[in-house]
């Protein structure tokens, strides 16, 4: 958020709320997995409800394949995802492998686009770059951990917002947004209802692109579901705080709100959520066993 003179300023008590701008007429979904393991259960129930929800609006399926991470993402991985998701019945109307207008479908060569986004959120105030290492972040005072979330950053670079302009490039550092301490983020989620988050106190100030070059995942999906025209966004509810995050993304950019659907995580019988390391709930691994795409489908409310 900026004021008249240009500079950026730290709000108090404000509220954002955010409803969807893109038209949800012709309704576009999408199911995006990363190629960075075998897909399991968890995963098979989320897309399975973004394809039922794709054919309940008459609408159109985007696969898109998020191989951003360079070190973990597997082509075998991503070969291995198309081939669980189309034996569990799921179709697309456009992806990497199908084609359509809006290719490329593979996050790895849409660079370009993600470019576009920083260079915007640079010249615009928004974005600032950080030199704290692991070690200073692990170090500092109020910087607690989120389990598996992005710890709540102290602010210790912030006052280098003015230097962002010198960049030519973002390679180097880390480039934090710099979050309005106190606004409220504010949208109805359409499975989970009302949702409300505190930035500085839910989320600090968040990486959108890593020191070693790669542009972190806020920036990359509030990029391709804008230029894909995504009208409704379907994943996990534990990515429900980073919908407040890409909320802000989203109106730093100027691009239009997608609807958002979050659906209930699957839990193991400990209650942890699901991960890649499941292997017992790989999908490969049920086929495997003989499973059926009803049986899999059904572990959706069983697990």
């Not at 997995?33 to 399926?61: D, E, I």
């Not at 600090?204 to 230029?227: K, S």
């Not at 995580?265 to 066993?289: C, F, M, N, P, S």
Request: hydrophobic share 35%; proline share 7%.
């Amino acid at each position: 958020m900026r004021w008249t003179d240009g500079t950026p300023r730290r709000l108090y008590n404000h509220v954002m709320y955010a409803t969807p701008t893109v038209p949800a007429s012709p309704y576009r979904g999408r199911v995006a997995p990363s190629p960075t393991g075998l897909l399991h259960v968890g995963h098979a129930c989320t897309f399975w409800t973004a394809y039922q929800r794709s054919l309940m609006h008459n609408g159109k399926l985007v696969f898109r394949n998020e191989d951003l991470d360079p070190q973990r993402s597997k082509a075998v991985f991503a070969e291995a995802m198309i081939e669980d998701l189309y034996w569990l019945g799921i179709r697309w109307q456009e992806g990497p492998d199908v084609g359509g207008p809006f290719a490329p479908y593979e996050q790895s060569p849409r660079r370009d686009f993600y470019l576009a986004a920083w260079r915007s959120l640079r010249d615009g105030g928004f974005i600032y770059p950080c030199t704290c290492s692991r070690k200073d972040l692990a170090s500092a005072a109020g910087a607690p951990n989120e389990g598996d979330d992005e710890p709540l950053y102290p602010g210790r670079c912030r006052e280098k917002i003015g230097e962002a302009v010198r960049y030519e490039m973002p390679a180097g550092v880390n480039w934090r947004f710099l979050i309005s301490d106190g606004e409220e983020i504010q949208f109805d989620d359409l499975h989970l209802g009302p949702q409300r988050f505190v930035a500085g106190e839910d989320f600090g100030d968040f990486v959108v692109w890593r020191r070693d070059d790669v542009p972190a995942y806020q920036l990359a999906v509030v990029a391709d579901d804008a230029a894909m025209q995504i009208s409704e966004v379907v994943r996990g509810d534990d990515l429900l705080k980073s919908t407040a995050r890409q909320l802000l993304l989203i109106r730093a950019l100027g691009l239009p709100i997608p609807a958002y659907y979050h659906c209930d995580l699957v839990r193991d019988e400990t209650g942890a959520r699901l991960a890649k390391r499941h292997d017992a709930l790989g999908i490969q691994r049920l086929r495997k066993l003989g499973s059926s795409q009803q049986q899999v489908l059904k572990m959706c409310t069983s697990v």
